[in-house]
């Protein structure tokens, strides 16, 4: 899902297939479909049929940023055609392996199958090449299965590539904001190398983003549509090595993707790549709200000082995206609330003017009034602060499938991975102080566990597109409106059903009453069902679990303490005093009851999660699950007939 190393190119299957069988791919599987033979074929048809067929079976990329379907209150410029379903076909090993004795009969079948599958293509090619998009550029997105473009996607293209126009775009999370500028700027490059107004190996497209993550996320989906093409793209994030940086601008990319402070850090290197930024055709700058923050917003003016510093801006055509840009709360709208609002204002209007966009770009906003998609469904669970623990163990037990959890400080994350390790739910954590590559191997096991537990930061929240999440958890009220909608985007997307659920403490009300407003919500979130007597039975098991952890964090500060006295005074050549040698040892002593009492705390919590736990269901019906123990897979398996969260909902609502 995510490239480790960016120099790694895509290799197709390495399977050979015969050559009159060719790969299809839909709805996440794939299928062989028979190509009919002609008596007359030779053996240089055969072989050039084989390379065809390999060429096609290029690994599929798409799982990142699935596209949401056409929302009926858009008004369109294209003109939809009626599209004729073709009929697919699946093959198992065994049928493919003796395909080739198939009787005429069949052969005569599977030409009626391809007749229709040309009709199809037909029509989806036409949807966007009305669109002006280029014809390598189709082929790319038509073999990845993008038939039909978002609305965002119909809205922007016709504007940007037949109008040239500068694009200031607002839309939902998972809309397609990426391929809504990223297929413009290559359908420009591919008409400038027509032209010989540009030349391989020519920097002329900028991507800025906030996060390393969405950086290599953006590329993925640029290899996407410019698979037929020639383009090279290159990813620059803090965190890789100089020998890597310099191995990937070697290459001479045309486009890079990268964040502003790395970025910033090039252009003062003197990058033989990218020193001349006249030839700079193309600038997008994606999560616009994020880059305004603290943090990001002095390099990337600083940047953007540098691009402008000639005359060349007037030729260049820019994109600044983002899922919350338009987002006012009401308060704003009549007056000048806060003195923080103001200043992100200010930013937004001094970033646009930096960059240099056209007197009059074009705005395209399609947020919701609610800033959140329609599938989406919103729930709270009001708590006690100290109790937050317990009714998070709740829902992660009840309620298996991949959940998404954040919190507001790496602090949290550190304790809630420890709690929730001992109670055998095996978190994975994701935050800033983590290295790059143990971030993303973390983001590629969550995504590759159907009933995975990530906890994170809001470093997670903007951009990243992990398929298939169900739940949202928002264990502490995220601190603004904006981060709400990002966090919550990372579900129901693309049509999918999704639960978020904020757990709400006293102390978060204030925050929770905020977000509603902005959002102009009339009444509060709904309440999520919550089995009282239920809790009684974990309330236990999470205490141990909570006791269990403080005594090994103070075991392991005791034991650095004396680790750093000791090798303090071996640098230092010198012997410690004896009054330290005497703490030292009391505290040895202290520590040896301390670990002692953490065993019998392990041992007594292993046998509670070894228990079956019974409970009785929002239905009355006593039933009986081990489901506090073990893989959270076997959980889901023991469990797939039951109740999800949604389901629960609808049926208290």
């Keep these: 899902m995510f490239d480790h190393d960016d120099d790694d190119n895509d290799d197709g299957d390495d399977l050979d297939m015969a050559p009159n069988f060719e790969k299809m791919r ?28 390999k060429l096609k079976n290029t690994k599929d990329k798409r799982k990142l940023d699935e596209i949401e379907p056409d929302e009926q209150e858009i008004v369109t410029p294209v003109k939809k055609a009626k599209k004729k379903k073709p009929k697919k076909k699946t093959r198992s090993n065994q049928t493919r392996a003796t395909s080739t004795l198939q009787t005429a009969d069949e052969n005569k079948n599977e030409e009626v199958d391809t007749t229709a599958n040309a009709d199809s293509f037909d029509i989806d090619k036409k949807v966007w090449s009305d669109l002006h998009v280029s014809d390598d550029i189709i082929r790319s997105l038509l073999e990845q299965n993008f038939s039909e473009p978002t609305p965002i996607q119909r809205l922007t293209l016709p504007i940007a590539i037949r109008d040239h126009q500068d694009i200031i775009g607002a839309a939902e999370t998972g809309s397609g904001k990426t391929l809504a500028f990223a297929i413009p700027i290559l359908t420009h490059m591919s008409t400038l190398l027509e032209n010989n107004e540009m030349s391989y190996g020519q920097f002329t497209s900028l991507i800025l983003t906030p996060t390393r993550e969405l950086a290599v996320q953006i590329k993925s989906h640029i290899q996407i549509a410019c698979r037929y093409t020639k383009f090279k793209t290159a990813v620059i994030v803090g965190g890789m090595s100089t020998q890597k ?16 402070g790395r970025f910033w850090e090039l252009l003062q290197e003197n990058n033989e790549h990218t020193m001349d930024m006249s030839k700079l055709r193309f600038l997008a700058i994606d999560e616009t709200d994020r880059m305004i923050e603290k943090g990001h917003f002095e390099e990337l003016e600083k940047i953007l000082k540098l691009i402008n510093s000639d005359d060349s801006n007037q030729s260049r055509q820019k994109f600044i995206f983002s899922a919350t840009l338009m987002l006012q709360s009401s308060d704003d709208k009549q007056k000048k609330k806060t003195k923080k609002k103001n200043d992100n204002q200010d930013k937004l209007a001094t970033l646009i003017s930096a960059v240099g966009m056209s007197a009059k770009p074009k705005i395209i906003d399609l947020t919701k009034k609610f800033g959140t998609v329609e599938t989406l469904t919103e729930a709270r669970v009001n708590c006690p602060l100290e109790e937050k623990d317990i009714y998070l163990y709740y829902f992660l037990s009840l309620y298996p499938g991949r959940t998404l959890l954040f919190t507001n400080s790496i602090d949290c994350i550190k304790r809630l991975q420890s709690i929730l390790t001992l109670l055998k739910r095996n978190p994975l954590p994701l935050h800033a102080q983590m290295e790059q590559k143990q971030r993303l191997n973390n983001l590629e096991r969550f995504s590759s566990s159907e009933n995975g537990l990530l906890i994170a930061t809001d470093v997670a929240a903007r951009g990243l597109d992990i398929p298939n999440i169900k739940h949202i958890i928002h264990y502490q009220v995220p601190r603004s409106t904006e981060l709400y909608i990002h966090r919550s985007g990372r579900t129901a997307r693309a049509d999918r059903q999704g639960l978020s659920i904020m757990f709400i403490c006293p102390e978060e009300v204030f925050l929770y009453r905020k977000i509603i407003k902005t959002l102009n919500r009339d009444e509060d979130l709904q309440a999520f ?15 141990l679990a909570s006791d269990i952890s403080r005594l090994h964090h103070q075991v392991a500060k005791v034991t650095h303490e004396a680790s750093w006295y000791h090798k303090a005074a071996k640098e230092l050549d010198i012997e410690l005093d004896d009054n330290i040698e005497d703490i030292e040892k009391a505290r040895s002593a202290n520590t040896k009851e301390v670990q002692k009492k953490e065993m019998q705390l392990r041992n007594e919590l292993d046998l509670l999660l070894k228990q079956p736990l019974k409970y009785t269901s929002s239905l009355n019906v006593s039933r009986s699950y081990p489901l506090l123990f073990g893989d959270p897979d076997q959980l889901a398996s023991r469990r797939k007939n039951d109740t999800t969260a949604l389901d629960e909902l609808k049926h208290r609502s």
Excluded: H
Aim: net charge positive; hydrophobic share 35%.
């Design 26 to 53: 839909g709805m996440g599987f794939i299928c062989w479909r028979e190509i009919p033979a002609t008596n007359g074929e030779d053996q240089e048809d055969k072989q050039l049929s084989k390379k065809k067929t």
């Design 529 to 543: 069902p919550i089995d009282i007597t239920y809790l009684a039975n974990l309330k236990q098991r999470v205490r």
């Design 245 to 260: 940086q310099e191995r990937l601008l070697a290459q001479k990319p045309e486009i890079i993707v990268a964040t502003p």
